[in-house]
């Protein structure tokens, strides 16, 4: 499985963007996906996830009611609608993976970077 991040950039406070996550795989609806971010010198912290199907999403508290993920299976990618984006936002943004749903991501993508100014 390959997966490639893209969409990433440089944006002022408030606006949005929409990172995207391509899958090279066929099964790609058999997969959980997730997206994580990477600040400079932090560690890594997820941001959110979606089931296989779609149904069933998870927040990080500090992105909940901004970020929206989402999936077409059809196009195997997945999204991270970015809205409202605040300077502390800045990371690089992974998307990863998780074959069995238990939150062991399986695969990561490369990563992007979203700069937020303030």
């Known amino acids: 499985v390959q997966l490639q991040a893209s969409g990433g950039g440089l944006v002022q406070t408030g606006d949005s963007l929409r990172l995207s996550c391509a899958a090279s795989v066929r099964t790609f609806s058999h997969y959980y996906m997730g997206w994580f971010r990477q600040a400079p010198g932090k560690e890594r912290e997820f941001v959110a996830a979606i089931s296989w199907g779609g149904i069933s999403t998870s927040y990080a508290d500090s992105v909940k009611g901004r970020f929206t993920i989402s999936r077409d299976n059809a196009k195997n990618t997945a999204y991270l609608q970015m809205n409202s984006l605040k300077p502390e936002d800045t990371a690089v943004y992974y998307c990863?993976?998780?074959?069995?749903?238990?939150?062991?991501?399986?695969?990561w993508g490369q990563g992007t970077l979203v700069t937020v100014s303030s």
């Open positions: 990863a993976a998780d074959r069995e749903g238990d939150s062991q991501y399986d695969y």
